[in-house]
C-alpha cells in the first residue's frame, strides 16, 4: 500500500473550483454577504430592512430583549396580577409610580414596547425559518454533490492501491455507506455520501419550537382567565362571574360566553398536621371532598381535590388554595329577636397555625334598646387553638382543639348601603360607634363554644355556637399551556440535535491506476472541524480495505517496506472552499 502525503491547502486554481461546491449547502445558514447598502428608494430600504429583520443576529438580540423586558414584570407589581399591590406601590412611591406608569410597567405584557418586541421577534423568526426550510427540503430532495477531483485537499483523505476491480470497490463502498445509513449516490468513477441531516432538522425544530412558544403564550395571556372562591362545607359554586370572589381574565376573554359551565359542591375538608417534632403544625393530610357535574343537566361526580391534584373540568382546573375557619354566630336584638341565626362568617387566616381575623356585619332587622334601626359590627380575632392566658392572641396549632373567639362590638351604620365597595373582612368604622364597657373602653369579650356575649346597656347579645371549615378555590384556564410544554420539549431536543450531531460527507473513488492497479481514494469532511469525521473516515476505511486490501506485487513499495494491515488517514487544514 502506498504511504499517504499532506497537501498543504493553496488558493485552489480553476481546476479545484469543485471542491468550494464539495463543501457547500452543510447548513442552511445565510451566508454572509458583504455590506452593500441598498440602492435609495423605497423598495430598496424595505429589502434591506428585511433583512436585516431575518437575520439570525437580530433574532437573537430580539430574543434577548424579550428576556430582559420580562425583568420588570417579574419585579413590580403588575396591574393584571395584584392591582392591591400596584395601589399600594403608588401610594408609597411619588416618584417611582408616575415614571412607571408612563413607561407601562405596571402592565409590562400589555404595553406597546413589549408587543413591539414579541411580534419583531415572531416575523424574525418566521422570516428566517421559511426560506431555510425550502432550502433544507430541495436538500432532501437533491442528491450529495459529485467528488470533487482533487480529494486529496479535503481535510481527511487516504488511499491505497488493490487488486480489487473499480466496480468492485465502488459497489462495497455504496453497500457500506448505506448501511451505516448514508445517503449514497454513486456517478462516474466515485461515491458519494452525506449524514448528518437531523442536525439541520434539530436546528429548524428549535426555531419552530420558540414560534409555537411565543404563540402559545400570547394565546394563553389573550384568552386566559383565573377566579378565587372562598366555599363553606356544604355550599356550592356554580362557574358564572358573579360567584367569584375575585376575577381577572386576558383581553379577549368573554365571561358571558367563554367560561365553561358547571359547577361543584363542598361536601367535607379533611386535614391533618404534625403533633410533634420540628415540623409541628406541618399538614400530613390536606384534601377537600367535593361533588361537581358538567353543564345544566350533567350527572353528579365525587372527586377528592388535593394540592396540586386539581379537579379539570371542561379545560378549567379547579386548584385547593387554602383553608381556614368560620366561628357559627347567632346575634339577637334588644328585644331578643333573632337577627342572624347561627351564620357562619368566614375569617381569613394570618399565619401557619390559622389564627384568624375578620369582620360580622350584622345589616338588617337590628334595632337598639330604643328600638331604632342600627346595624351591628364586630371585628372578630379566632384562634383554633387558644394556648391559654399569657400565650398571646395567637393560635398554638392549626387544628381544632381548643377553639375561641375574640369579638369587640360596634354598632351604627356600615356603609353598605352607599354603593362602595368593602371588603366583608373589614370593618369601615367612619360611621360607626363603639359599644363601651364598664371601664369606659371599647367592649370586647373572649368566647368558647357556647359562651355569650352580652352587649352594653341591653342592646342584644351574640352568642358562639360553634366552628364551620371553609376552603379556599383557584379556578384558571390557561390556554395554550400544552402547547407551551410542547414547544419547550421540543426546543430542548432541538437544540441538542443542532449542537450534537453534524453534518458530514464522505467520498470514495476507486479507478485504475497506468499500471492496471486499482486506485482507491477515501475523503471526508464535516461542517466544522471535529475528531469525528477522520474516525469515522479511518473506520469506513478499515472496514473497506478489508474487502478490497493492498495490492501485494504493488510496484511503488520499497523492497523492504511493511505493509500495514489499514489504511492510512491523514488530517489537513481544510481547503480554500470546504466550510467549517
Not at 452543510?26 to 430598496?44: C, F, K, Q, Y
Not at 459529485?146 to 480529494?151: G, I, K, M, S
Not at 466515485?190 to 419550537?209: D, I, P
Not at 504493488?554 to 481544510?574: G, I, K, R
Request: with cysteine.
Amino acid at each position: 500500500m502506498s504511504n499517504t502525503t499532506t497537501d498543504t491547502p493553496t488558493t485552489p486554481d480553476g481546476g479545484d473550483r469543485d471542491l468550494g461546491a464539495a463543501g457547500s449547502q452543510l447548513s442552511t445558514a445565510p451566508a454572509e454577504e458583504a455590506p452593500n447598502l441598498p440602492s435609495l428608494g423605497v423598495i430598496g430600504w424595505a429589502r434591506w430592512f428585511w433583512r436585516q429583520l431575518t437575520s439570525m443576529r437580530v433574532a437573537l438580540v430580539l430574543l434577548l430583549l424579550v428576556s430582559l423586558g420580562a425583568i420588570p414584570g417579574s419585579l413590580i407589581p403588575q396591574d393584571g396580577v395584584d392591582a392591591v399591590k400596584v395601589e399600594e406601590f403608588r401610594q408609597n412611591h411619588d416618584v417611582l409610580a408616575p415614571v412607571y406608569d408612563r413607561l407601562g410597567l405596571f402592565h409590562v405584557y400589555g404595553s406597546v414596547w413589549f408587543s413591539a418586541i414579541y411580534i419583531l421577534l415572531f416575523v424574525s423568526l418566521i422570516g428566517c425559518i421559511v426560506p431555510r426550510t425550502w432550502q433544507f427540503v430541495g436538500q432532501l430532495r437533491g442528491r450529495p454533490p459529485r467528488a470533487p477531483r482533487r480529494l486529496d485537499r479535503l481535510p481527511a483523505y487516504t488511499t491505497w492501491r488493490t487488486g480489487a476491480e473499480p466496480e468492485e470497490v465502488r459497489e462495497a463502498a455504496r453497500k457500506l455507506l448505506k448501511k451505516r445509513r448514508f445517503r449514497v449516490d454513486a456517478a462516474g468513477d466515485a461515491v458519494a455520501a452525506e449524514k448528518g441531516y437531523l442536525r439541520e432538522v434539530g436546528n429548524l425544530a428549535f426555531h419552530v419550537a420558540l414560534i409555537v412558544l411565543l404563540v402559545a403564550f400570547a394565546w394563553g395571556q389573550l384568552f386566559k382567565y383565573e377566579g378565587n372562591k372562598l366555599i363553606l362545607e356544604g355550599d356550592g359554586f356554580a362557574n358564572t362571574l358573579t360567584q367569584y370572589d375575585d376575577f381577572k381574565s386576558g383581553n379577549l376573554f368573554d365571561p358571558d360566553h367563554d367560561l365553561a359551565p358547571f359547577s361543584f359542591t363542598l361536601k367535607d375538608f379533611h386535614g391533618t398536621y404534625e403533633a410533634t417534632g420540628p415540623n409541628r403544625g406541618t399538614p400530613r393530610v390536606y384534601e377537600a371532598k367535593v361533588t361537581y357535574s358538567e353543564g345544566a343537566d350533567g350527572t353528579e361526580k365525587s372527586k377528592t381535590v388535593e394540592v396540586n391534584k386539581p379537579l379539570n373540568i371542561d379545560g378549567s382546573k379547579v386548584y385547593l388554595v387554602s383553608h381556614g375557619y368560620a366561628p357559627i354566630l347567632t346575634v339577637k336584638d334588644a328585644k331578643g329577636e333573632v337577627v342572624m341565626d347561627k351564620q357562619a362568617v368566614a375569617l381569613l387566616p394570618l399565619d401557619g397555625n390559622v389564627t384568624s381575623s375578620g369582620a360580622v356585619k350584622v345589616m338588617d332587622g337590628y334595632r337598639n334598646a330604643e328600638g331604632e334601626k342600627e346595624q351591628l359590627g364586630f371585628n372578630a380575632f379566632f384562634l383554633p387553638t387558644y394556648g391559654g392566658k399569657g400565650s398571646g392572641m395567637q393560635s398554638t396549632f392549626p387544628a381544632l382543639i381548643n377553639p375561641m373567639l375574640a369579638l369587640s362590638a360596634y354598632h351604627g351604620d356600615l356603609g353598605v348601603d352607599a354603593g362602595i365597595p368593602q371588603s366583608i373582612y373589614q370593618l369601615d368604622k367612619t360611621n360607626l360607634e363603639e359599644f363601651k364597657g364598664s371601664d369606659g373602653k371599647l367592649f370586647k369579650q373572649q368566647l368558647k363554644v357556647g359562651d355569650t356575649m352580652t352587649l352594653p346597656n341591653g342592646a342584644g347579645s351574640v352568642t358562639f355556637d360553634g366552628v364551620q371549615e371553609w376552603a379556599g378555590f383557584q379556578v384558571t384556564q390557561q390556554p395554550g399551556s400544552g402547547w407551551a410544554l410542547g414547544g419547550a420539549v421540543v426546543a430542548i431536543l432541538g437544540l441538542a440535535g443542532s449542537l450534537f450531531i453534524q453534518r458530514r460527507r464522505v467520498w470514495v473513488r476507486a479507478v485504475r491506476g497506468a499500471d492496471g492497479v486499482t486506485v482507491v481514494e477515501m475523503a471526508g469532511l464535516g461542517r466544522s472541524e471535529s475528531a469525528k469525521v477522520p474516525e469515522e473516515l479511518g473506520d469506513l476505511a478499515g472496514v473497506l480495505y478489508d474487502q478490497a486490501p493492498d495490492a501485494p506485487d504493488a510496484p511503488d513499495a520499497p523492497e523492504n517496506d511493511d505493509t500495514p494491515d489499514s489504511p492510512d488517514t491523514t488530517h489537513v487544514v481544510p481547503a480554500e472552499g470546504a466550510e467549517k
